[in-house]
């Protein structure tokens, strides 16, 4: 047990860091997944099921908590902690990403971000210091700053105004976020697709000494290619013995490209969201499990899964199930796809310890290659 917030690197092979997080709620090894949990819960999934498949440390969604149920009746609740039944490390980001990417009529200047609720229309402000006061109030143990994230491609002047104000915006945070031993408030990297901003706002980051730094400003239009360049450039800046988080990211195969270039931690909604949609995530592959070809098939998903939802279930019945839009075929999915995400990373961890990092992800990459599923 720690009352601090400490960043351990415990190995490295190549740009791959095996690390652990510990914090007083408890430990995050690394390189993490954190699964998604938008209302303080990972959609068609029971917290415990998250827990059992391996994951450290889940997100909360500052945006949707914020309108609904309010961030000051979570506090008097007690907590996003005892709201939801997870004792464990929470991150919740700043709300800022989701206010440019949901809410409706927005403005953004200097002070922050003026929007609209999507949910009753109520007017809201979001500045640095808000932000920093409402993941207070949901207790988080990891804050995101506030910052400006533009999609790509978009014009260098545009990128470096965005840069600027998101580092003018991380001094603020940190500012309001103050002594907290146990938790943790993350400055974000921006910059897009332009070195020396991205090199500029690292070094900025850096010497705010903030106890963990986010690459943000990926994975929001550009190639695959372009993403994994600027984290060549980027992690490089940042210090080694601080956790570095990738933002949004990503596929299975984003994931270990980001891991080689030196990340510890990742977000997507791309498990969970797909496994709603019927596609399920497997060692060989994406399956859409609505094509009609599984109509027939007795198989599993997996059989030498040890996760029921992969290993006990016929792709024929997973498709009825999804033609059908049952909640357990959504529930089943979900299962499959975390449990597959949370398996690429416990062999990703071992891969870096074992020194053995290039072949495991050469071999992982071959089996989804395979075809044939
Ligand atoms: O610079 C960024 N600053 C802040 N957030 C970013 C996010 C959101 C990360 N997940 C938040 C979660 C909080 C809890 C609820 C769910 C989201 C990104 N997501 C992506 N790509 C994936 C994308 C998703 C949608 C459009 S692009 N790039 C991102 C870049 C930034």
């Given at each position: 047990m720690t009352d601090q917030f400490t960043f351990k690197l415990l190995a490295t092979d190549g740009g791959a860091r095996r690390g652990k997080i510990s914090m007083p709620r408890g430990n995050v090894r690394t390189p993490a997944f954190m699964p998604v949990g938008t209302g303080g819960t990972v959609k068609a999934m029971y917290l415990d099921q998250v827990r059992d498949l391996g994951s450290d440390i889940i997100l909360g969604n500052t945006y949707h908590l914020m309108l609904r149920p309010g961030a000051e009746r979570v506090a008097r609740l007690g907590g996003l902690h005892d709201f939801a039944r997870w004792p464990h490390p929470i991150l919740t980001d700043s709300g800022g990403f989701q206010v440019m990417s949901l809410s409706g009529l927005r403005k953004l200047d200097e002070r922050g971000v003026v929007f609209?609720?999507?949910?009753?229309?109520?007017?809201?402000?979001?500045?640095?210091?808000?932000?920093?006061?409402?993941?207070?109030?949901?207790?988080?143990?990891?804050?995101?700053?506030?910052?400006?994230?533009?999609?790509?491609?978009?014009?260098?002047?545009?990128?470096?105004?965005?840069?600027?104000?998101?580092?003018?915006?991380?001094?603020?945070?940190?500012?309001?976020?103050?002594?907290?031993?146990?938790?943790?408030?993350?400055?974000?990297?921006?910059?897009?697709?332009?070195?020396?901003?991205?090199?500029?706002?690292?070094?900025?980051?850096?010497?705010?000494?903030?106890?963990?730094?986010?690459?943000?400003?990926l994975a929001v239009g550009?190639?695959?290619?372009?993403?994994?360049?600027?984290?060549?450039?980027?992690?490089p800046e940042l210090p080694e013995n601080k956790p570095r988080y990738l933002m949004g990211v990503g596929t299975p195969d984003d994931i270990l490209k980001s891991v080689a270039r030196g990340i510890d931690m990742f977000d997507c909604v791309m498990p969970t969201r797909a496994g709603r949609h019927g596609l399920a995530y497997t060692r060989f592959g994406k399956i859409n499990l609505k094509n009609a070809r599984h109509a027939d098939d007795p198989r599993p998903l997996d059989e030498e899964s040890t996760c029921p939802a992969a290993r006990d279930y016929s792709r024929a019945y997973l498709h009825h199930l999804v033609r059908s839009n049952e909640a357990l075929g959504a529930m089943l999915l979900t299962w499959n796809n975390l449990a597959y995400y949370q398996s690429l990373m416990a062999e990703i961890r071992d891969g870096i310890a074992s020194g053995k990092f290039v072949d495991m992800a050469a071999r992982i990459s071959e089996g989804w290659a395979r075809g044939d599923i």
């Open positions: 609209r609720s999507h949910i009753d229309g109520a007017k809201h402000e979001m500045s640095p210091e808000r932000s920093i006061e409402i993941q207070g109030l949901l207790d988080s143990d990891i804050q995101m700053q506030l910052d400006e994230c533009i999609a790509l491609p978009a014009e260098p002047a545009e990128v470096q105004r965005a840069m600027e104000l998101s580092l003018r915006w991380a001094e603020r945070c940190k500012t309001a976020f103050g002594d907290q031993p146990g938790k943790a408030m993350f400055g974000i990297v921006q910059g897009g697709d332009v070195p020396e901003l991205r090199v500029k706002s690292a070094q900025a980051l850096n010497s705010m000494d903030l106890k963990g730094y986010a690459v943000g400003g550009e190639p695959q290619a372009v993403m994994l360049d600027m984290l060549s450039i980027t992690c």
